[in-house]
């Protein structure tokens, strides 16, 4: 039983590389997150995808994009990385909006 | 002030031991709220939820909201070392505030020694 799953768990970047973040969910969830989880701050909201073909803003979403590519899989992007965006991101998937959360196990990532 | 807040500890309690972990939250539309627990190098999951005000037990876990002073609570009796996490309340905010996106506070770490 699957659940969530990210891709890397690991990834370390040199300022201004980009990268991908990989999510793909098996639960036939309607809602999908991307969180970034720092000391201090608790999980924040990046971008999420309420459902399949709509993306919307979180709470700190500058330097990032997102794809919704299908109804499983949703992507986060880093265009041009920066040392400030060193954090473990979360993907989430929910079976719709208010409804509780299922966590991926995350990636720790790290900007020099 | 964010809207859900917690006292980010670290709390360390013996074995045995009654934890009280708290949150307030500014906002009285919000009308539910949520228990996450994670491990370390974890990503949260869900340990409880609960509406309106009131205490809901299970097992070891009791969570209760006091909606009349924006306060939530989640009490662990005879806490055991597995129980060493940290703790995140949440909620989808209400009325204007429900975007459908949970609200997280910053998390509580807990440490329960032998």
């Known amino acids: 039983n699957a659940g969530v799953t990210q891709t890397p768990k690991f990834q370390v970047l040199k300022t201004g590389q980009s990268m991908t973040l990989q999510c793909a969910q098996d639960m036939n969830h309607n809602s999908m997150y991307w969180y970034r989880q720092d000391p201090g701050m608790g999980l924040r909201l990046i971008y999420y995808s309420a459902s399949e073909g709509t993306t919307d803003k979180g709470e700190v979403p500058n330097g990032y994009n997102v794809s919704r590519l299908n109804k499983r899989e949703f992507s986060l992007r880093l265009e041009s990385a920066a040392p400030s965006q060193t954090s473990v991101y979360f993907c989430?998937?929910?079976?719709?909006?208010?409804?509780?959360?299922?966590f991926g196990s995350g990636t720790q990532l790290s900007v020099l | 002030q964010k809207e859900v807040e917690q006292d980010p500890g670290p709390l360390s309690v013996p074995e045995g031991a009654i934890v009280s972990l708290n949150c307030t939250y500014s906002n009285s539309a919000f009308q539910y709220f949520m228990w996450y627990r994670q491990y370390s190098r974890k990503g949260p999951e869900l340990l409880m939820y609960t509406y309106s005000s009131g205490n809901k037990e299970d097992g070891r876990f009791t969570a209760q909201v006091d909606k009349s002073s924006k306060y939530i609570s989640l009490f662990i009796r005879d806490s055991q070392p597995s129980d060493s996490a940290t703790y995140l309340c949440a909620s989808p905010g209400g009325g204007s505030s429900n975007t459908g996106k949970l609200i997280f506070g910053q998390g509580t770490t807990l440490q329960v020694k032998p």
């Open positions: 989430a998937s929910s079976r719709d909006r208010n409804e509780k959360l299922f």
